[in-house]
């Protein structure tokens, strides 16, 4: 079982920053991907960003790269989303997920241990 809580979210202005935290805790969660995914009012859920714990590597949706920056502190088991240059676009609940395969796969179906969610809210 794996265990994931996000915090970081709130308001801010359009052009600002927030980081995004994720905290895992249970067994072998090192072991596969670590993401982001977020969902905004009438929209599906989407693939924002990930992390593999096994070579370092970074993924991001064309939508947020250049301005979001995944990564990661093995010894807290921490993953963050470091988001700047933040748009009203960017509103949406974000949710930290564990992958269910050890390479990433943007489909959320293929995610099985998601957090609650944190609402990111961007004001223009």
């Known amino acids: 079982q794996v265990h994931l809580v996000e915090s970081g979210g709130g308001l801010v202005q359009a052009g600002g920053s927030l980081r995004l935290s994720c905290a895992a805790s249970g067994r072998t969660f090192s072991l596969y991907p670590m993401g982001w995914f977020r969902q905004a009012p009438g929209k599906e859920r989407e693939f924002v960003s990930a992390f593999s714990w096994s070579d370092g590597g970074t993924y991001y949706a064309d939508s947020v790269k250049g301005r979001f920056t995944i990564s990661s502190d093995n010894a807290k088991n921490t993953v963050y989303l470091q988001m700047n240059s933040l748009k009203p676009e960017d509103t949406a609940v974000y949710y930290c997920?564990?992958?269910?395969?050890?390479?990433?796969?943007?489909?959320?179906?293929?995610?099985?241990?998601w957090g609650q969610g944190t609402q990111v809210t961007v004001s223009s």
């Open positions: 997920a564990r992958s269910s395969t050890p390479v990433v796969v943007t489909t959320d179906s293929a995610w099985d241990y």
